[in-house]
């Protein structure tokens, strides 16, 4: 599908771009961005443009759209700023061509910003009240005031790794490490399970998966994983933990990923490393894989690839035992993708990087986060998982395994985001690049300077 970009008078450059679908009419709408105004075109499920119109684009005071909520033919963007303490919206309402701009009457200063959530017409802003086990829960629903919701979470305690009992907050802040802080930010990494999924984003201590109606927030320590599993249809939670192997050696690097109903489960030291399978529900272990710094990896079908870094591209590490030693100091992560009714894993990690005084960057598309006339779509998990697959920077090695996990000899299939990597090589250039699920497909988007035309691609 080609869309006109003949709405904007003058230079055509577009910046940034990104969708919003809607799961019950099968409508979806496409923004395109150039740091000057916002193009809206609102589509209905057999690709007929129901409306478009321009707007003089979002608040420069925020850089992220973090959710949105759908009533008929309006979409509401909800905004943070920068430093997550001041939230806003704009309602694009299609049916009269028209935006609103609002910015809320409250701004966080005992709250840390977790993250947003949509549920169909309601857009849930998620903080955590700093030093406790308190979730806020801040619930927009189209034509009502915003009401606030507090949950404690009661029952199961947390424990860092050294065994004494702390809150939520230092968890997230830590990973149960005792680093003697006196207050604990954290990342929230947003996961769709169901895309193919780089070290780079399952390697987050904190992540959050999205479901429908609720969603799963897991925290993972050295020697266990705690789920909350939140409902939003009456805000209620369960927590749960799923126990992780224990590997010898005395500094322990672990993480986890929960793909349906089971969690794979990566423990590491500079002396071994498993790879465990376990059932979400009750925990029983499944299968484990176990290899030691001195022996070959078995079940990988790769080499062991180091990326990124000073490297120009990628380079093969030879010994297990380099690969381990990486694995136990750096971001570890594991993540898995089905194919077929087999499934492909990827072991490794990636390197922390210092920020400095430099902008974050959203990652794969160069779009600097909080920087005059640009924005970050962060409520999109398969845009970010596309963006952190093609661009990934870590040390990996990928394995394939039945449904049943008995490893599979042979060449790793090829997935989505392989195939859509592929296509874009044979183009002279794909700006504004953007990666979303409609129906059983995935929609491939990319702005053409020469056209001037934005072009969507169904894989």
């Known amino acids: 599908m080609e869309i006109e970009n003949d709405l904007k008078i003058g230079g055509k450059n577009v910046k940034s771009a990104f969708s919003v679908v809607d799961e019950n009419t099968g409508n979806f709408a ?30 420069k005071q925020f850089s992220q759209i973090i959710g949105y909520s759908i009533q008929g033919k309006k979409i509401r963007l909800f905004l943070k700023d920068s430093k997550s303490k001041i939230f806003g919206s704009v309602l694009f309402d299609f049916e009269i061509g028209s935006t609103e701009e609002t910015v809320y009457d409250f701004k966080l200063k005992h709250e840390l910003y977790v993250e947003g959530y949509t549920d169909e017409s309601k857009f849930y802003l998620i903080t955590l009240l700093k030093g406790t086990n308190e979730l806020n829960f801040y619930v927009f629903d189209e034509g009502k005031p915003f009401q606030k919701e507090s949950i404690n979470i009661k029952g199961t305690p947390f424990f860092n790794n050294l065994g004494a009992i702390i809150n939520l907050n230092e968890l997230m ?80 690097n672990s993480n986890s990923f ?26 029983e272990e499944l299968k484990n894989f176990r290899v ?19 490297l120009k591209n990628y380079r093969i590490l ?14 570890i992560g594991v993540a898995t993708t089905k194919s077929n009714n087999n499934f492909v894993v990827t072991l490794g990690s990636k390197k922390e990087i210092s920020s400095g005084g430099a902008p974050m960057m959203m990652p794969g598309f160069g779009i600097p986060v909080g920087s005059i006339g640009s924005f970050a779509v962060t409520f999109n998990p398969t845009f970010f998982a596309y963006g952190n697959y093609t661009s990934t920077k870590a040390t990996r ?19 989505v985001f392989d195939k859509i990597s592929e296509a874009g090589l044979k183009l002279p250039s794909t700006d504004a690049e953007t990666v979303f699920k409609l129906g059983n497909s995935y929609i491939w988007g990319f702005y053409d300077q020469k056209l001037e035309k934005y072009i969507l691609y169904r894989f």
């Open 292 to 310: 030691t710094k001195n022996e070959e990896i078995p079940f990988k079908n790769t080499p062991i690839i180091q990326e990124g870094g000073k």
């Open 30 to 59: 496409i923004f395109l961005d150039d740091d000057n105004a916002l193009y809206g075109y609102l589509y209905s499920p057999g690709l007929d443009l129901v409306r478009r119109f321009a707007s003089e684009g979002l608040p």
């Open 397 to 415: 090695i990928e394995s394939w395994f039945d449904e049943d996990f008995n490893h599979l000899k042979g060449e790793i299939p090829e997935n």
């Open 173 to 252: 802040g830590t990973g149960g490490k005792d680093l003697n802080r006196s207050s604990y930010g954290f990342n929230v990494d947003k996961i769709d399970s169901e895309s193919p999924n780089s070290i780079e984003t399952t390697s987050s201590i904190v992540k959050m998966y999205p479901g429908k109606s609720g969603f799963k927030l897991t925290v993972d320590a050295q020697r266990r994983t705690y789920i909350l599993d939140f409902s939003t249809s009456n805000l209620s939670y369960t927590v749960s933990t799923i126990d992780k192997p224990t590997t010898s050696g005395t500094e322990i």
């Open 258 to 283: 929960i793909l349906d109903d089971k969690i794979y489960i990566i423990s590491a030291s500079t002396e071994e490393m498993i790879f465990s399978i376990k059932k979400l529900a009750s925990g």
């Open 318 to 331: 030879d010994k297990t035992s380099q690969f381990l030693r990486r694995m136990s100091n750096e971001d």
